[in-house]
């Protein structure tokens, strides 16, 4: 599978943005996709996820803001970002996990999201 992820920039405080992150290859095995985000210093964490299902999960840190969602047809997950805060900068990637058998999880280039006035 693999994972290209875009949308990211500079925004100011209470702004928006989406980011998107195209899946191809070995679409069938994808069981979920999500999004983390790494701040400079600091480890990887999730963002938000979404399976197959169309079921959600959210960082409390993000609920109310942020919403994840999934185009099938395009093999596409989206993550809207609204009221952004100068803490939501990081870079943030995209993360599909598969199932053949055993759980295997890929991860995209990252997107840098910066938010400063």
């Known amino acids: 599978v693999q994972l290209q992820a875009s949308g990211g920039g500079l925004v100011q405080p209470g702004g928006s943005l989406r980011l998107s992150c195209a899946a191809s290859g070995s679409i069938s095995t994808i069981i979920a996709l999500g999004w983390y985000r790494q701040a400079a210093g600091k480890q990887r964490e999730l963002v938000a996820a979404?399976?197959?299902?169309?079921?959600?999960n959210y960082a409390d840190y993000v609920k109310g803001r942020f919403t994840i969602s999934r185009d099938n047809a395009r093999n596409t997950v989206y993550l809207q970002m609204n009221g952004l805060k100068p803490e939501d900068t990081a870079v943030y990637y995209c993360?599909?996990?598969?199932?053949?058998?055993?759980?295997?999880?890929?991860w995209g280039r990252g997107t840098q999201v910066t938010v400063s006035s």
């Open positions: 979404i399976t197959g299902g169309s079921s959600t």
């Open positions: 993360n599909a996990r598969t199932q053949i058998g055993a759980y295997v999880t890929y």
